[in-house]
């Protein structure tokens, strides 16, 4: 099976723009988490998504978002873009989500200018 | 909210000696542990998982302990090998999916040949 997907790997956006990242899961994978990291705080949950619906939610503003198609591919929207905001961007997928091996994505390294 | 609370940040070893790795949570609702690799560059890869009903956990070289009482864990490795020096994330999660997942900001693992 092919491994979780992560598009686009590299972007570069300026502050006050926004920004969308897609992941397609393993095929067959339902649920999708979406994790933030950084040097300085590691990895951080965003949120998680299965069957089209937001389950979990982090702690992160309202500026980040996202949503899942029916397909179980997932995008993640970061709008009005700020400094920090810079970062890898990793999804990670697993069947149901019910404590199951999550497997993740190469991650999206953005960069905010 | 949970909190995950790691050490040591960083770690040396010799080749052939064992590796502990110490994590606390905060959160005595969590159920669900899971401890990642990360490879520089590369994505996190899930070694070894344990739930809460559970007290000890074993794979090959690696295993798991988890003390719900002190609400600690902690992934041990024996008979350490070059190719294990990576980062470590040892992680908790309450949510009934066992998706979003709270990590500790890591442990990098040398091991010196």
């Known amino acids: 099976k092919a491994g979780v997907t992560q598009t686009p790997r590299y972007l570069i956006k300026t502050r006050g723009q926004q920004v969308t990242l897609s992941c397609s899961p393993i095929s067959g994978h339902r649920s999708v988490s979406w994790y933030q990291q950084t040097p300085g705080q590691g990895l951080q949950f965003l949120f998680e998504y299965f069957s089209e619906t937001q389950r979990n939610k982090g702690n992160f503003p309202g500026r980040f978002s996202g949503r899942q198609f029916s397909n179980s591919r997932s995008e993640m929207n970061v709008s009005t873009l700020e400094l920090g905001d810079s970062a890898l961007y990793l999804c990670a997928s697993s069947l149901s989500g019910l404590k199951e091996t999550q497997y993740f994505g190469p991650g999206t390294r953005l960069l905010v200018l | 909210g949970e909190n995950v609370e790691q050490h040591p940040s960083t770690l040396s070893v010799q080749e052939g000696d064992s590796a502990v790795i110490k994590c606390t949570y905060s959160?005595?609702?969590?159920?669900?542990f899971p401890w990642y690799k990360q490879e520089l560059g590369k994505r996190p890869q899930l070694i070894i998982d344990i739930r809460s009903n559970v007290g000890e956990k074993k794979d090959q070289r690696i295993a798991v302990t988890l003390n719900k009482t002190a609400k600690h864990f902690s992934l041990h490795i024996t008979e350490t090998q070059p190719e294990d020096s990576a980062v470590y994330f040892c992680?908790?999660?309450?949510?009934?999916?066992?998706?979003?997942?709270?990590f500790g900001k890591g442990t990098t693992l040398s091991v010196s040949s």
């Open positions: 992680a908790a999660s309450k949510d009934q999916a066992g998706t979003a997942l709270i």
């Open positions: 959160d005595s609702a969590s159920n669900y």
